[in-house]
Nanobody, 129 residues
Framework: QVQLVESGGGSVQAGGSLKLSCAAS????????MAWFRQAAGKQREGVAS??????????DYADSAKGRFTISQDNDHNTVYLQMNSLKADDTAMYYC????????????????????WGQGTQVTVSS
């Protein structure tokens, strides 16, 4: 019943920006983790950013490669998360996936695909230099 749908990917020149969206349906728990992963060609899937959403607020975490350039956020109904990506580099080229699970987020540096039970279909981001 839970579905995650990503949007907002595309092609952009180095130094440009993109904003990705992940819309969740059928996922109404009060305590949940939502995260963005990416997978470049020939590479392992890696965590980019996560947000732990709970009634009193949220807690965010970022990979070192994303700090200072990317921002994860949620909308007011807690059903959509965003990834604002600025100062994009060619190395950011990858398929970006939205993931979700109940409870708190794993430490992003140790996060693996198996830590999340719900996944979106992915949206491609291509950065040209």
């Amino acid at each position: 019943q839970v579905q995650l749908v990503e949007s907002g990917g595309g092609s952009v020149q180095a130094g440009g920006s993109l904003k990705l969206s992940c819309a969740a349906s059928g996922f109404t728990t009060d305590y949940k983790c939502m995260a963005w992963f990416r997978q470049a060609a020939g590479k392992q899937r890696e965590g980019v950013a996560s947000i732990y959403i709970y009634p009193n607020g949220d807690i965010v975490d970022y990979a070192d490669s994303a700090k200072g350039r990317f921002t994860i956020s949620q909308d007011n109904d807690h059903n959509t998360v965003y990834l604002q990506m600025n100062s994009l580099k060619a190395d950011d080229t990858a398929m970006y996936y939205c993931a979700a699970d109940r409870g708190r987020c794993p430490l992003l540096a140790r996060a693996r695909q198996s830590d999340y039970i719900y996944w979106g279909q992915g949206t491609q981001v291509t950065v040209s230099s």
